[in-house]
């Protein structure tokens, strides 16, 4: 993005998924509670992965 049309937005960096092509409704959407479960979940699950490695490669 040039910094014309940057300049043009008032300075916003916000992408406009909300008006993309195929993206779904605001009401369709998720908590943004559960979201955030999910995301740390997604995190923990990973975070235990990773241990599991460390411990195999330390032997």
């Known amino acids: 993005m040039s910094r014309e ?33 999910e995301i740390m979940d997604t995190l923990r699950q990973a975070m235990q992965e990773l241990e599991g490695m460390v411990k195999e490669l330390e032997g």
């Open 5 to 37: 049309a940057l300049a043009a937005k008032d300075d916003n960096l916000d992408i406009g998924l909300t008006g993309a092509a195929g993206s779904r409704d605001h009401v369709d959407m998720p908590a943004p509670e559960a979201v955030a479960r």
